[in-house]
């Protein structure tokens, strides 16, 4: 694995040190396909075309936005445009968008011409502290999240805030439950401060934090870039988030996002890690508190659990048919691959529904 280069907001902002980097000897003569979905393209691009003098001879892709669009399907029909607007092996893809453009862009980059590079200018908080660093890339298959995929590293990650400016509510939240997540399994101390944050009168999230974020995933990813060892600790609350994600696309006019059902994952798994593991029941509380504030809870009922255990055996994690899950003894005490049983499971989920009620 080649490390990504990583371009982190400083006193020279990450669209100008991209630019200075792609007009470089070693950027000489490539050509360029920016992807972006439909919001990406409104918000986004025309600033990433200004700023960056090399992509103002791109080519573009655009697709739909939404979980949906992460399929076989639009990657095939992207890589039949790539085919014809004439992409050659030495082809650059760019990947301009949240964490569907870089998982979908990830893996057409993967399989054109049996793999050509890729920048990924993540523009959603999930994308740029967790979906756009690590090159796991992916689709969604038969309801099940990122079954079909491949390890393809980003050549550059360009991490630019002032994208975050048109974030919608809903995708700011997801993008906070993600870090709380990697705050949980790696930075007690960012934890705090990131609570702190949330529950003052007005958050406001600083490039810090993000920096922040974005040095732990990428040094996991570093230490383990095969997520056979370390990097499962990344995979808190997503045993639980995937079920509950795939279980709302299912039967939701409005589906949960990823994060959303992430922060519901992490509220269930930190429920099973207190049983089990011993993690304080009061940082539990908190966690509910303030995850619940942002997200709505799912009321499942007894009828529910077959269809929610059944994504869970289908999970890419487990193996021998156990359902396996990352848990944690305190914040940064993290234990990888542990078997949970479906009871402990059941108990959680129906947990969710009560939290809030007297
Ligand atoms: N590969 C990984 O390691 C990894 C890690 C975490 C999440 N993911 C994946 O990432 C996806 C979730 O990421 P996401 O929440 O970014 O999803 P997303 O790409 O669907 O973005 C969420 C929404 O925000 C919009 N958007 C993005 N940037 C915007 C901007 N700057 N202004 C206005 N609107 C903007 C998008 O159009 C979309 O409607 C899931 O598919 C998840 O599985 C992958
Ligand atoms: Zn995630």
Redesign the pocket.
């Given at each position: 694995m080649k490390p990504s280069k990583i371009i982190l907001p400083s006193r020279i902002s990450s669209l100008k040190q991209l630019n200075r980097l792609l007009n470089s000897v070693a950027y000489k003569g490539r050509r360029y396909f920016i992807l972006t979905?439909?919001?990406?393209g409104?918000?986004?691009l025309p600033r990433l075309i200004t700023e960056v003098e090399a992509f103002q001879e791109s080519e573009f892709l655009e697709i739909e936005?939404?979980?949906q669009n992460?399929s076989l399907e639009i990657a095939a029909e992207l890589w039949q445009a790539l085919e014809e607007m004439g992409a050659d092996r030495q082809s650059v893809l760019v990947n301009l968008?949240?964490?569907?453009?870089?998982?979908l862009g990830?893996f057409v980059a993967a399989g054109y011409k049996r793999g050509i590079s890729y920048i990924n200018i993540?523009?959603?908080?999930?994308?740029m502290i967790?979906?756009?660093?690590?090159?796991?890339?992916?689709v969604?298959l038969g309801g099940l999240?990122?079954q079909v995929g491949f390890f393809h590293f980003p050549e550059v990650v360009c991490i630019e805030p002032v994208?975050?400016?048109?974030?919608?509510a809903?995708?700011w939240t997801?993008?906070v439950c993600?870090m709380l997540k990697t705050f949980m399994v790696a930075d007690a101390q960012m934890y705090a401060s990131l609570v702190d944050t949330l529950k003052s009168d007005h958050p406001v999230m600083d490039n810090e934090m993000i920096k922040a974020a974005v040095h732990i995933k990428d040094g996991i990813v570093k230490a383990d870039a095969y997520d056979t060892g370390i990097r499962k600790m990344?995979n808190y609350g997503h045993t639980v988030g995937?079920a509950v994600?795939s279980f709302s696309m299912a039967h939701d006019a409005e589906p949960l996002?990823?994060?959303q059902a992430v922060g519901i994952g992490l509220i269930a798994e930190t429920f099973i890690s207190s049983k089990k593991m011993g993690f304080p029941g009061e940082r539990l509380e908190e966690l509910k508190e303030l995850v619940s504030a942002m997200v709505p809870m799912p009321k499942y009922e007894m009828k529910d659990m077959e269809e929610l255990l059944g994504y869970m055996l289908a999970d890419k994690k487990n193996h021998d048919g156990n359902i396996n899950c990352t848990l944690l003894g305190d914040l940064g005490e993290t234990v990888v691959d542990n078997i949970v049983t479906e009871v402990d499971l059941c108990e959680a989920l129906m947990m969710l529904g009560k939290i809030g009620r007297a």
């Open positions: 979905d439909e919001n990406t409104v918000h986004c936005s939404g979980e992460k968008g949240g964490g569907v453009v870089s998982d990830g993540p523009t959603s908080l999930i994308g967790d979906a756009g660093v690590g090159g796991k890339t992916g969604n999240k990122n994208f975050l400016e048109t974030l919608s809903k995708d997801s993008g993600e990344l995937h994600e996002s990823h994060g």
